[in-house]
């Protein structure tokens, strides 16, 4: 309850000061601060009963109990009267045994003097009004319990108690009950946001599996087995024998050649052809109905080879018989050997299985149906390579998959800059109106932190190792710590009267540290169009100074030389342990310092016209640049002026940003706050778009960008980005100039 009373004074502290009603506000702040219930925090009433008894203040602490009985206690059933006055009378004895152990009798004497009329008709205190005068209390078997330090914890332990209970269990307003609804609701979200997670990844992992098996499937030529095999599985025991021995007899009637041809022709002229045995069954004429030509052709040749060569005269149907009972001896061996068989030829390759069949088609020769067959088998075959290079095709997965996106749009004018601080937990946003929203988007998008900014702002930077605390750059020459829990200014200091634009702010890893740029006045606003429209765009090609500032004392350290001349530097970078610092300028370098010794360790012209932002590659030996010129250059920080790739953006990725509107209305922005942001490996790039932001593929040996994916939600130009890794999903920010921020949530794929 006390969290939910504090709470609720800092939502009416807002409300108010919203509302402009500075009257009602110092009023309500000098009764929270003479609240006598204080903010229903138990500790704090339990202290506050203890400093009057140790204090001697029985005037006090007799009103202050007073207060508590009637704003608190009266509101009490009837059956809780007893222990409210238990603990009254504890109370009382408890300091009682305070001022005769400190040897202040003359208290006690002055607490019985001014509480006799109450106590004298209480019979539990009857045996009390001696205790002044009792040379060792302490050691009396009526008194010695109290003078024992168990039985005072014991009684502060249960006032504590008594009015942890009192304040769970007495009926609240229902503005109290806003922030335990917050928290159930805070609660319930995150359990859901969990649990879409492990859905989208299930999904993702069913997908990917999904794709496997179809590429397998593709990948496998479904063979044309022969009809025996194909058959095999729902066939009897008597179709089996007769195709084992139609295809015997088959091999014996290629074996002889010519003999045997003269009687195939004949065998097609009918009555010759030998009837079914009177034991097969409807089934099985059927399925040997539905057989090749050629057994039951050599099937007939077989019965007239048996007539011509039994020497005892027997008939078509004793040569049959006479086969068939030798081939029932023989079952169990057939059968192991078509199961063998049939296993070979299912476990066969795609390439293999055609030339085998091939092979089989070319050595047995085949009628109409076989001829089919094969046609079936060239076709499959001749469609192989095409479903071979889509499987190829499908196998190339998105890097990433976009779990959600969400918009804050709490700002109502163009973003400048929006960040991520370094936990991950909460982002700082500030608008060209210079109002600032600290805000957090896990589990709930929520604000924590809101203020408007008297004086322009041009800058914005996370403090690393405070990292409640904001830098902010301004355009009178100023640069605030802002505290965004406290939500104050914690100091303002001033940079150069004569420098009044305080265009970048970078802090130093350490936190020990921060680098300032500052500025002289441009000519061209960074709202003016006009300027563009001119041809005009260098708005910063003006003086500047790189000042080095301590964060602790908040006092100039040094100033950093610029050649060949002081410029306005843009933009700032440290590396992970804030030894190097990279920064661009309005003149086009890069420069590179060494922070330990405090001087430019290498500069190159890296652009026509000015550099708009610079960062650190993943393993440090590079740094990427973007300019005015639409470059994305990576540079060799080893060598000066040495570049690794370079790649032509787009203008809406580079700014200037442009917004057009009805009746020929256009709004546009130079850039201000970072233009492209890295994954958590370096491999990937965030850039702006006119739709949302785009991801690059890096360190591709093409001559163009591979776009991976595009984000997009937006309706205006989105003017900067970040990327926190933090978190275990990777979190992308885009700011647009309609005030709108995308926050899109995305599961990279590992491979």
């Known amino acids: 309850m006390a969290a939910a009373a504090e709470r609720t004074d800092e939502l009416v502290r807002e409300y108010l000061l919203f509302r402009g009603f500075t009257a009602a506000l110092k009023q309500l702040d000098a009764e929270i601060k003479a609240d006598r219930e204080k903010g229903f925090r138990v500790d704090k009433i339990v202290d506050q009963l203890q400093q009057f008894v140790q204090s001697y203040d029985l005037a006090a602490l007799r009103d202050y109990w007073s207060y508590l009985d009637r704003r608190l206690f009266s509101r009490l059933e009837d059956v809780y009267r007893p ?296 076709e499959t075959s001749a469609k192989m390579p095409t479903s071979g290079t889509e499987a190829v095709g499908v196998r190339q997965e998105q890097p990433f998959i976009v779990l959600s996106q969400e918009e804050y749009g709490e700002h109502h004018s163009s973003i400048m800059y929006c960040r991520v601080d370094c936990s991950g937990r909460r982002v700082a946003s500030l608008d060209v109106d210079g109002v600032i929203k600290v805000w957090t988007f896990n589990p709930i998008m929520q604000t924590k932190a809101s203020s408007i900014s008297k004086s322009p702002l041009l800058s914005l930077e996370w403090a690393t190792k405070r990292d409640r605390l904001l830098l902010l750059g301004s355009g009178v020459g100023t640069v605030r710590l802002y505290d965004t829990e406290a939500k104050k200014n914690l100091c303002e200091i001033s940079i150069d009267e004569d420098m009044p634009r305080i265009l970048s702010l970078a802090c130093s890893p350490s936190g020990a540290s921060f680098v300032c740029s500052a500025a002289a006045q441009s000519p061209i606003s960074h709202m003016d169009f006009s300027a563009v429209s001119s041809g005009g765009k260098s708005m910063n090609h003006v003086p500047g100074k790189l000042l080095l500032w301590d964060t602790k004392t908040m006092k100039q350290q040094l100033q950093f030389s610029l050649e060949p001349e002081p410029i306005a530097i843009n933009c700032t970078a440290f590396n992970h342990n804030g030894n190097l610092l990279v920064t661009g300028a309005a003149d086009g370098i890069v420069r590179l310092f060494d922070m330990q010794q405090h001087e430019c360790a290498m500069s190159w012209k890296a652009h026509e016209g000015e550099v708009y932002s610079v960062e650190f590659s993943y393993d440090e030996n590079t740094v990427y640049s973007i300019g005015e010129d639409g470059k994305f250059i990576q540079w060799n920080i080893h060598k000066s002026g040495l570049k690794v790739s370079e790649y032509d953006l787009p203008s809406e990725a580079t700014g200037p940003f442009v917004l057009s509107g009805y009746s020929g209305y256009k709004q546009v922005q130079f850039p201000r706050g970072r233009l492209f942001a890295f994954d958590s490996e370096g491999n990937y790039m965030l850039t702006c778009s006119a739709t949302g932001g785009v991801i690059f593929k890096l360190n591709g040996e093409e001559k163009v960008l591979e776009s991976c994916l595009s984000l997009g939600g937006h309706r205006a130009p989105v003017v900067t980005v970040d990327w926190s890794t933090a978190m275990d999903c990777g979190t992308c920010l885009t700011a647009s100039m309609d005030g709108k921020i995308k926050l899109t949530t995305l599961l990279a794929q590992k491979s």
């Open 83 to 378: 222990t409210v006055n238990k603990l009254k009378t504890s109370l009382f004895r408890y300091y009682l045994v305070h001022t005769v152990q400190s040897g202040r009798n003359d208290k006690a004497q002055e607490f019985f003097l001014k509480q006799a009329s109450e106590l004298q008709n209480q019979a539990e205190w009857k045996d009390w009004f001696v205790l002044p005068f009792l040379p060792a209390p302490d050691s009396n078997p009526t008194f010695a319990t109290y003078f024992s330090r168990q039985w005072a914890d014991t009684f502060i332990v249960s006032l504590h108690n008594f009015l942890s209970v009192l304040f769970q269990c007495m009926p609240v307003p229902v503005i109290l009950n806003f922030e335990a609804e917050c928290h159930r609701t805070s609660l319930i979200q995150e359990e859901n946001e969990s649990l879409r997670h492990k859905l989208f990844a299930l999904q993702a992992e069913s997908s990917r599996m999904k794709k496997e098996e179809l590429e397998v499937e593709e990948a496998v030529v479904h063979h044309k087995l022969p009809a025996y095999v194909a058959n095999m599985d729902r066939l009897g025991d008597s179709e089996l024998d007769m195709t084992c021995s139609q295809r015997s007899t088959a091999h014996s009637l290629q074996s002889r050649g010519g003999f045997l041809s003269s009687f195939l022709s004949q065998s097609k002229k009918g009555p010759s052809r030998p009837a079914q045995p009177s034991g097969a069954s409807p089934t099985q004429q059927h399925a040997a109905s539905l057989g090749k030509k050629e057994p039951a052709n050599h099937q007939s040749a077989k019965g007239k080879e048996g007539a011509v060569t039994c020497k005892d005269g027997k008939s078509h149907f004793s040569g049959l018989a006479a086969g068939e009972s030798s081939s029932l001896q023989q079952r169990q061996k057939r059968l192991q050997e078509h199961g063998k068989e049939r296993r070979e030829l299912l476990s066969k390759g795609t390439f293999q299985g055609q030339s085998a069949e091939k092979k089989t088609d070319i050595s047995t020769p085949e009628t109409e149906p076989c001829s089919e067959l094969q046609a079936d088998q060239a």
